[in-house]
């Protein structure tokens, strides 16, 4: 492990301005943690040796990201971004490749700007190179001090001169090191500065008093490197993202008719000539697919979704996989579980969860269908429900191809219904049905003639 590229992540800090019980890098921002974009920023520009510097809420940052290819730096106190980098020297000692300092609370950051920048910081053979932004109010940031190409020191706000006030070039916080200079030149931080902290900064003077070169280089769209403390920045933030997911869908061929009012999750997949009408959400692990039209008012969440599929007004369809060519709704809840193999039609009112419903099945209104398994060609009468639940254990229906369910049945589970047979409507099933057979389970109706008038005289 001495060459290569790797990157440390700063994400120790607490995040006091969020006001929040949730750590600031794990505040989600379309759908996603914070802090996994800029560590996907750094894997897609090629950075694959990762170290995140954690301290606040270590262990639930480390339970979010478990199981990857990242490996965890602790910073037990907070004495500034110097200090923070510095707690990854042992995880990265013998490392002699450039190293990528990237903080957790910028999530805009594109892989891209990342490549060039390590494109310049080769060509310009610098020691450290600095991502800078051209920021018409600069307030807050660390200010870029150059003398021609080379940058001679980064002055923090708090620090700064009047005259080093007025200076609009900023320093984002990435950087790219020389791996060995940087953890040299950290040993030697001091924190004789305004805030007392040991300020990651500080090794662009150090760099240039060891006659070292020193860059900067500043990105085309300084929103990508804005910095997330409060969540007006959050919102900001995400506002941000949302339209540029957007943007690439409708490029990509899909329309909105007002992209303004379309809320879709990073890593969400729609294929071309799908409709989104406004006012829908799309969240989570969930794929879309050709010629589809989702109306309005429709959430759906971790879903497959295949194409020709008319996702009508108001229906939420979450953890569900739906074949090719289904409508559902208006006003369907498919839930996790719920799988259409396809030429499906789940109407108004109807409740699924946990079922197989084969080719061609359908339930048009008012229906609740939970662990169930229904072959083809099933159609289920208004107002069906299977009884799933005794009150400490779910059971099962099982229902064969070609079964017609009149109006208004139960079905107690566990019961199996055999192919091609027909359930009378307001029958409640608690026996298992034979194919190809007529189910009646209701009592027989009593029919009293003259009662109403028999009734009159006997009140008058
Ligand atoms: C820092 C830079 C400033 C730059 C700005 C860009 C320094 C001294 N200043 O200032 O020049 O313009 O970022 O946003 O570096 N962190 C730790 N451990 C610590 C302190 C911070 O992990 O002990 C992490 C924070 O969680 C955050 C990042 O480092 O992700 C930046 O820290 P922050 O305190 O926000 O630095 P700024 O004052 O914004
Ligand atoms: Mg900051």
Partial sequence: MDQGLAAVVLAAGKGTRMKSALPKVLHPICGQPMLSYPLQAAREAGFSQLRIVVGHQ???????????????VEQTEQLGTGHALMCAAESLAGFSGTLLLLCGDVPLLQAETLQMLQQFHAQEQATVTVLTAELPNPTGYGRIVRNGEQILQIVEEKDATEQQQQICEINSGTYLFDAEFVFAALKNLKTDNAQGEY?????????????????????ADPTEVMGINDRCQLAEAEALMRWQINTDLLKSGVTMIDPTTVYIDAGVEIGSDTVLHPNVQLRGATKIGQNCIVETGVVVV??????????????AIEGAQIGPDCKIGPM?????????????????????????????????????????????GVNFGCGTITCNYDGVNKHKTTIEDDVFIGSDVQFIAPVHIGRNSLIAAGSTITMDVPADSLAIARSEQKVIEGWSLRKKTEES
């Fill in 58 to 72: 270590a262990e639930s940052v480390q339970r979010i990201f478990a199981g990857g290819d990242i490996e965890w």
């Fill in 302 to 315: 971790d879903s497959k979704i295949a194409d020709h599929a008319h996702l009508k007004a108001g229906s």
């Fill in 199 to 219: 300020y990651l900064t500080d090794v662009v003077a150090a760099a240039v008093a060891a006659g070292k070169k020193t860059r900067a280089i500043a990105v």
């Fill in 332 to 376: 369907a809840h498919l839930r996790p579980g719920t799988v259409l193999i396809g030429h499906n039609k789940i109407g108004n009112f109807v409740e699924t969860k946990k079922i197989l419903l084969g080719e061609g099945s359908q339930s048009s209104h008012l229906t609740y269908l939970g662990d169930a398994e229904v072959g083809r």
